[in-house]
């Protein structure tokens, strides 16, 4: 496995742009998402175009309806082999 190098990331994704492909990847609307959160359609456009700040809340609330973690939503680029290094 030695000769295999490791995939670069090739694209930054904003905390809005992580929220909108987990919810399309799910086949669900903004309106599904809000039924599911409770969080209105408006807030959930707002966030998808990071006009409005996630938060923790809102993170946790939205990665139980989209089945991830919290994390995934809040720190989208985060590189785990950077991280380690550190």
Known sequence: ?????????????????????????QEMSQNDLSSLTGIPQSTISAIENDRVRLGVERAKVLARALQCHPGVLVFPGWDIELAAAA
């Open 1 to 25: 496995m030695k000769q295999f190098q490791l995939a670069r990331k090739r694209v930054e994704v904003s905390v809005g742009e992580s929220v909108r492909v987990l919810r399309e990847l």
